[in-house]
């Protein structure tokens, strides 16, 4: 039987599908043409190493959402400017450019959300650009989509790290059920970045 791979967005009929991640972050120059305002908002952290290990204690709830921190997210439109600092008046620090992509908020600024994306990079962006839909990135090396939470089920598909997954479900701590590039199935969550190693959901 003929599987498919996932090349980025684009599938080709070979052995199992393998999917290839496409680029997700974009330098650009700073836009802002005044200085950035004075704020008592959170300094901003040097980049530190992406880490799904959960928080040891029940963690701080945002003060303007009252939801969890950290906690992970999706961006919601296909082009983020990711800026230094909680307003728009920073400059801009990078551009991503995958609607989906998870990334982990782990601070709170008014209508602000500073974010650590699977590089450990934080940056600030507007909270009407992040979505609490559900997405993880296959990480570590080429992963296989089974049919069933088992290894020894049908591989639909298989996917090279950095391709996009959709969350459905993961009902214990071993397996979750994705979609990928329109087929859905079940991945171990090791293999995963975008959910905590404790958390589940139906």
């Not at 959170?42 to 003060?63: C, E, N, Y």
Request: net charge positive.
């Amino acid at each position: 039987m003929l599987s498919r791979v996932v090349l980025g967005l684009s599938l080709v009929l070979i052995a199992p599908p393998l999917l290839a991640a496409e680029a997700k972050k974009t330098p650009l120059t700073p836009v802002a043409t005044t200085p950035a305002p004075v704020t008592t908002a959170p300094a901003m952290a040097a980049p530190v190493a992406a880490s799904q290990t959960a928080p040891a204690t029940i963690p701080d709830k945002g003060i303007d959402s009252g939801l969890p921190l950290p906690r992970f997210v999706s961006l919601a439109s296909e082009k983020v400017n990711a800026r230094t600092g909680p307003g728009s008046r920073y400059p801009i620090a990078w551009q991503y450019q995958r609607r989906g992509l998870p990334v982990e908020v782990v601070a709170e600024y008014e209508y602000w959300r500073r974010i650590r994306d699977h590089d450990g990079t934080e940056t600030w962006v507007h909270k009407n650009l992040t979505s609490g839909k559900r997405y993880a990135t296959v990480e570590g090396s080429v992963r296989s989509l089974y049919k069933k939470a088992d290894t020894a089920t049908e591989v639909l598909l298989t996917a090279e790290p950095g391709v996009q997954a959709r969350l459905r479900k993961c009902p214990d701590v071993a397996w979750c059920q994705v979609e990928i590039a329109g087929t859905r199935g079940w991945i171990p969550r090791a293999h995963l970045w975008g959910i905590y190693p404790s958390e589940t959901f139906d």
